[in-house]
């Protein structure tokens, strides 16, 4: 279900050499969508040592880059070591490309990117309001339910397939000995 991006943009994960970037989409972001993102206020230092965190072992980043700027992120992380199966996912998309389709194109990376590592639950965090998460996690593979204001989806096909992890491999360019290293060590670290 690829939608076409706004012109100009491209999504690509991010470098754990690239939490600046990071970082300054965060701060980018209007009150509003600061608040949306992180489930209330948070001050500006807050969001300068999470960008600085961000980039876990169990976290991957995919990133929307309008002309070379971050404009919008989707994290994905394993939740802890002793629940395998489930993820957390959470998405920030600066005001000007909201609601043109890349949330939308967003999920569908990380959905990918859970997918073939095995998870089969993503919890993504969001206010009971934010009819627009919810209406977005609605469209793709998951089966919601909802529970104090955090959304909770189901990846349907919990097991990467070959084509699953083809798609994946083409979408971030990598090479392909690379790619199914990587993949292959976390689904065996699973
Ligand atoms: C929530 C967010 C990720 C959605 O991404 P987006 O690019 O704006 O969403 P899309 O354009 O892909 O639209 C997704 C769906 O939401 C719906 N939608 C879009 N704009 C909407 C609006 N203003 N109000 C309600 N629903 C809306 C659309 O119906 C669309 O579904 P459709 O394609 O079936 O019509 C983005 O708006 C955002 O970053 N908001 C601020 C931070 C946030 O709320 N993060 C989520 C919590 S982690």
Known sequence: MEEPLPRGGMIRKLWISESDLYRDH??????????????GGVS?????????????????????FVDGTLRGAAELRTISAAVKREGEAAFSIEKPWQSH???????????LAARNRGLKFLHMICLAENQRMQQLARKYDAELS?????????????????????????????????????????LLAG
């Open 26 to 39: 965060l701060l980018r972001l209007d009150p509003e969508s600061r608040r949306s993102r992180f489930s």
């Open 44 to 64: 500006e230092q807050f969001l300068r040592d999470y960008a600085e965190l961000a980039f876990g072992i169990d976290s991957i980043i995919h990133g929307f």
């Open 101 to 111: 389709g890349v949330g939308s194109m967003l999920l569908e990376r990380t959905l």
């Open 146 to 186: 909802f529970d104090f204001g955090s959304v909770v989806g189901e990846v349907t096909a919990p097991r990467p397939t070959l084509i699953s992890l083809m798609r994946e491999i083409v979408a971030d360019g990598h090479g392909f000995a690379t790619a199914m290293f990587d993949v292959q060590a976390r």
